[in-house]
């Protein structure tokens, strides 16, 4: 029966691939980034039908 024991190099990827996943783990964590789609910061002005555009309201 062969016994298979990982080279030194596999060390390494098998490291460098947990530590990919703890950052991505820690990433999912934060909440989702705000992109202000849907989300209305203001109310529209009111169209006023006796100005002209060079009348202040």
Do not use: W
Request: proline share 12%; charged share 35%.
């Amino acid at each position: 029966m062969q016994v298979y024991r990982p080279l030194p190099a596999d060390h390494e990827q098998a490291e460098y691939m947990r530590r990919i996943v703890r950052e991505c783990r820690e990433l999912l964590k934060q909440p989702p980034p705000d992109t202000f789609l849907g989300r209305r910061t203001h109310e529209p002005l009111q169209a006023d039908d006796d100005a002209t555009p060079n009348e202040e309201r």
